[in-house]
């Protein structure tokens, strides 16, 4: 009986230390939404499918608020807010790739129709003379956006970035090196002509 | 000898980044300000962080959209989790895909998800903007109107501004509207007026109608003036003064 009990207490215990950690989770999410959306903005240009990522991954996210691991008590609300946004950063990743996977399937299956992004690409540089920024970023590799993304843009640090992208460290400093070869040359033009 | 050449690309980079040890670093610091070439390799690379970061952080300025917040605040997590590009497919159906690619490029740059393609789609003459170095900026009698007109002192022209007010990073802008059209909000930036907003909902259409500026302004169009952080309305004094002076 007496067993039972503890067993019931402590399992208690353990939901209700959960249930602060979403709750905090949930607390903590709307001052990183920005930074969310930014990230997502990198890697998908159209601001809707940006905004749809972001809310794909929040959804995630709730979803496992009990994966997320807050950290010890005593944190700082800047170090709660800097792991809800690594762990956050990593969703919204996930989800991409995920993403991105079906809709090569999809395309495989069609047969190009739904080749959205490729299409919009094509029509932009040969619209503009000058290949912005946004639609160079496009053109790299996926490992070398998101290095790109989470270094370059979010400022985060290699370690991180590595982290998120689940990759050693050199992987993704040999990555946004390659990342920084491949943009300085599609930009080239831009930065002499501007 | 060139110390240059004893500067690795990964060094530079890690130094950009912020990731070279302090020794290094400094090292590093010292030999960029007797070598031009090391210190043009440095600044190609810090070149780039700014272009990236001019590229995407005003998206931190942009009011967040409200499904986002709705996600958030969504009580039961075993909902079905949105498919990335259902916003997307909605739209397509509503109008055919090529506008969709066309103009998401310049949806871009709108700081709200706009009606931007049933815009278009309605009046083919639509408002006169274009491309300029990824914004959309004002031309023609748009750029006119916001350079040179008071505000609601032509309730009548084809395209009325409302009120002028100076964002939380220095720039003049200014709410327009288009006769039985969009209303929209545009700054002042690089000598062109950038178009922040653009809201083509039948209320800022009626309100755009109804011309009684401020007092009709749509939820998008306050939402966007507070992401802007605009503050007070220009006085007609003040307009007048910008008007002298191109709004710099």
Aim: some cysteine; proline content about 4%; hydrophobic content about 45%.
């Amino acid at each position: 009986m007496e067993d039972n009990w503890d067993r019931e207490r402590s399992s208690h215990v353990r939901a209700s230390g959960l249930s602060d950690s979403i709750a905090l989770l949930r607390q903590t999410l709307p001052a990183v939404l920005p930074r969310l959306r930014r990230f997502a903005r990198t890697l998908t240009r159209d601001v809707q499918d940006a905004d749809d990522l972001a809310q794909n991954a929040i959804e995630r996210a709730l979803l496992r608020a009990a994966q997320w691991r807050a950290p010890p008590p005593g944190a700082t609300a800047e170090q709660i807010e800097a792991s809800v946004r690594s762990w956050m950063f990593g969703i919204v990743k996930n989800a991409w790739i995920d993403n991105r996977r079906a809709h090569k399937r999809e395309r495989a299956v069609v047969g190009g129709d739904e080749g959205l992004d490729d299409v919009a690409d094509v029509a932009q540089s040969s619209v503009q003379d000058q290949l912005s920024i946004a639609a160079a970023l496009q053109r790299l590799p996926e490992e070398q956006r998101l290095s790109v993304s989470l270094v370059l843009v979010e400022g985060l640090s290699y370690q991180e970035a590595a982290d998120i992208m689940e990759v050693p460290v050199g992987t993704l400093t040999s990555r946004l090196s390659r990342a920084r070869e491949a943009l300085a040359v599609m930009l080239g033009g831009a930065e002499n002509a501007s | 000898m060139s110390a240059a050449a004893s500067w690795s690309d990964a060094q530079i980079h890690a130094y950009v980044d912020g990731e070279l040890d302090a020794d290094a670093a400094a090292r590093l610091a010292a030999d960029s300000r007797h070598d031009a070439v090391l210190a043009a390799r440095i600044a190609q690379q810090r070149e780039l962080r700014s272009l990236l970061r001019g590229t995407f952080d005003p998206v931190l300025e942009e009011p967040v959209p409200q499904r986002l917040r709705d996600a958030l605040t969504a009580s039961a997590p075993g909902a079905a989790v949105t498919p990335i590009g259902a916003a997307q497919k909605q739209r397509a159906r509503a109008r055919p895909a090529w506008a969709l690619r066309e103009w998401g490029a310049i949806a871009a740059t709108l700081v709200l998800g706009v009606l931007i393609g049933t815009l278009v789609m309605r009046q083919p003459g639509g408002l006169p903007l274009e491309m300029a170095q990824g914004r959309l900026v004002a031309r023609g009698k748009l750029d006119t109107a916001l350079s040179s007109q008071l505000s609601g002192s032509a309730p009548d022209a084809a395209i009325h501004v409302g009120l002028s007010f100076r964002a939380a990073n220095g720039a003049y802008c200014r709410t327009f509207s288009q006769r039985g059209g969009p209303a929209g909000i545009a700054c002042r930036n690089a000598r062109r007026w950038s178009v922040q907003l653009l809201d083509g909902s039948a209320q800022a259409e009626a309100a755009g109608d109804y011309r009684q500026a401020g007092s009709a302004l749509s939820p998008a169009m306050l939402g966007a003036i507070t992401a802007l952080g605009g503050g007070e309305a220009l006085t007609t004094a003040q307009e007048q003064q910008q008007l002298s002076v191109g709004w710099q």
